[in-house]
């Protein structure tokens, strides 16, 4: 219940105004927001680099319904690729795109308007040396996002997907890019979605996550494995064992703010940890999603909130 109550007030914008200006609430966005320019994104991946971690970056920006501000969130991944690369950090970062930042939404021609624009940021980070990963948002989105990672593959066969182990749906989709080339960042999933095409109990997500990770791990792509849940990490790490992949062939990923300690002893075992750091200003979304994850950080939020 409080967690769709948060995911709707995700959509609706209805916390923002209390949040925004209150350097206390702010604090607790920064612990999941580290900056809003390409320079706050820069200085937090060389601090990851320096011990051992590599990082997807998110431009934050969703559910767009201007063409201008898709063109806008296109020229900033494009910035930040060109900024990665004279900086000599494209081998410690990729970027991350939601398709309803660069024009998905719009009402004439979304989907062709979201190709085209993931296409010149795909172009900026093969000219950087680097690799993009689609964001998966609500189902209602799934089939098109997919569509874009076909189309996006033909020229650009390094361009990876999130999969979502709450859809029913999903086992398949990781049977139909179990294959060479492709990567595939496998999370739980974040968004409010209906009893007809999701697991609603955790056991439930959690056991198809195991499913998914297996076909995954025995296929011959690189299974991302997005996930803060110490079952999953333990399970990936047998799977892999089982499956006879070595520590590059494949990765965790983790939310930048959460489990931190946990990313720098994976790190340091040895193991490939990528973290995903989201920066910029539209950063509500995404971190009310953050909140509806997790009760404890509601909390900390609420009580900062009362103290102002
Ligand atoms: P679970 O929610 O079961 O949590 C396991 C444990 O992790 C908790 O007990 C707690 O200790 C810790 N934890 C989890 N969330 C926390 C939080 N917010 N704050 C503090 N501690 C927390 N989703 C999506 O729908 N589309 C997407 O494109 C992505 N992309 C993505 C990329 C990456 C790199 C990650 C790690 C995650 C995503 N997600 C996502 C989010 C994902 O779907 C999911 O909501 C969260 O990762 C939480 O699920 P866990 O697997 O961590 O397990």
């Not at 609706?12 to 390409?38: A, C, I, Q, Y």
């Not at 033909?154 to 859809?167: C, E, M, R, T």
């Not at 697991?199 to 792509?221: I, N, P, W």
């Not at 997005?226 to 089982?242: C, F, G, K, N, V």
Request: contains cysteine.
């Amino acid at each position: 219940m409080l967690r769709s109550t948060l995911l709707a007030a995700a959509r609706s914008g209805g916390v923002k105004r209390m949040v925004e200006g209150n350097p206390l609430t702010r604090s607790v966005v920064d612990r999941f927001v580290p900056g809003t320019t390409p320079q706050d994104a820069l200085a937090v991946i060389r601090e990851l680099a320096g011990r051992g971690m590599s990082v997807t970056l998110d431009h934050l920006g969703e559910d767009t319904t201007d063409a201008d501000q898709a063109a806008d969130t296109v020229r900033a991944y494009r910035l930040m690729l060109s900024e990665l690369d004279s900086a000599g950090l494209a081998g410690n970062a990729e970027v991350s795109v939601k398709l309803s930042a660069v024009g998905q939404q719009l009402p004439h021609d979304g989907n062709k308007i979201a190709l085209d624009n993931a296409r010149l940021i795909c172009e900026a980070a093969a000219d950087a040396g680097t690799t993009v990963t689609l964001d998966m948002e609500d189902h209602t989105t799934t089939d098109a996002t997919l569509d874009v990672l076909s189309n996006l593959r033909v020229d650009f066969p390094w361009v990876g997907a999130v999969l979502q182990a709450y859809l029913h749906r999903t086992e398949q989709d990781c049977r139909d890019l179990a294959g060479a080339g492709s990567r595939v960042r496998l999370c739980k999933g974040a968004y409010s979605e209906p009893a007809s095409v999701a697991f609603q109990a955790k056991h439930e997500v959690d056991r198809s996550y195991v499913r998914c990770l297996r076909t995954l791990m025995a296929g011959s792509g690189y299974p991302m494995v997005a996930s803060h849940d110490p079952r999953m990490i333990s399970i990936a790490r047998q799977l892999a064992t089982e499956t006879g992949r070595a520590a590059e062939d494949y990765e965790f990923q983790m939310l930048y703010g959460i489990r931190p300690a946990e990313q720098r002893r994976l790190a340091a075992e040895g193991n490939r940890m990528r973290v995903y750091v989201a920066y910029g200003d539209e950063w509500y979304g995404y971190f009310m999603r953050r909140l509806a994850e997790r009760p404890a950080n509601l909390a900390f939020f609420a009580r900062s909130l009362l103290s102002s």
